[in-house]
């Protein structure tokens, strides 16, 4: 990448361009940047549309779901033509259309922990549009031993939260510590969402990470942002670091490829 924008480029991105905290300098951070998400649908659908409309230079796609009629209620970068098909390639074909300029590394796998610190280490960010959670709770874990920060985003019925967890903060885990008890909290299998719920989170996830990406100031720093759409209310609530967590905390492990996970997906040290 040259040292200025081209004019095709100038014209592209006008209009963040005349943000006071977005010049070319920022816009060119943008497009050398390299930013994972983790999950292909209702969340992710929102963060590759606006991390590819703004002009991330890379985004990796981790999934290994096909997409599914019933998709596409919620998951606006798939389309009727995309149905059995990966939704990784799907989300690649979309950002081509929207901005060619944009890399895709797509990863037809889901996010395990065999291999996830090989996964994660390349990129600035790793966005949390996932559906489960162990998966969650191994992006969350190799991203903080990579130092690396975590956006998470979660949705269920009118409500979702994020919120954005960065090295020297809590994580995850300062939030849940352990796998939830059997049928607390839906994970993985169909439930109610609405539509807007999961692009309104998404989108926030998004802003997060470019915030990061551009060491912008005025960033969701250790709170837990709740959004519910019945009555349209945001609720900010802070969260500190756990002590004893033992990702981030006072006698946290040191190597992501030592992880070992009990069955309520505890750290085994």
């Known amino acids: 990448m040259g040292d200025t924008l081209s004019p095709r480029q100038r014209d592209r991105y006008s209009r963040q361009l005349l943000i006071d905290s977005v010049g070319e300098p920022e816009q060119r951070m943008l497009l050398s940047s390299r930013v994972l998400v983790a999950g292909a649908g209702g969340l992710g659908s929102a963060v590759i549309q606006s991390l590819a409309a703004a002009g991330v230079g890379t985004i990796g ?81 190799v991203a903080r031993l990579a130092g690396i920060p975590f956006v998470h985003g979660a949705v269920y019925g009118f409500e979702g939260q994020m919120m954005a967890f960065r090295p020297g903060g809590p994580c995850y885990r300062c939030l849940l510590p352990e796998l939830p008890d059997a049928g607390a909290i839906p994970s993985g299998e169909p439930m109610g969402i609405f539509p807007p719920v999961p692009l309104t989170i998404g989108c926030l996830q998004a802003m997060e990470a470019l915030k990061h990406v551009l060491d912008l100031d005025e960033v969701l720093d250790d709170e837990l942002l709740r959004y519910d759409a019945t009555d349209v209310t945001f609720t900010r609530t802070p969260l500190e670091v756990d002590p004893d967590c033992p990702v981030c905390g006072s006698d946290s492990v040191d190597s992501a490829t030592a992880l070992e996970y009990d069955e309520r997906c505890r750290i085994v040290v």
């Open 61 to 141: 796609i981790v999934d290994d779901g096909e997409v599914k009629r019933s998709n596409l209620q919620r998951q606006v970068i798939h389309t009727v033509d995309d149905i059995g098909k990966p939704k990784v390639e799907s989300a690649a074909r979309y950002v081509e259309a929207l901005n060619p300029e944009v890399t895709v590394e797509t990863h037809l796998e889901r996010l395990q922990l065999e291999g996830a610190a090989a996964l994660v280490e390349p990129y600035d960010v790793v966005i949390d549009a996932l559906d489960n959670f162990r998966a969650r709770f191994v992006g969350n874990d």
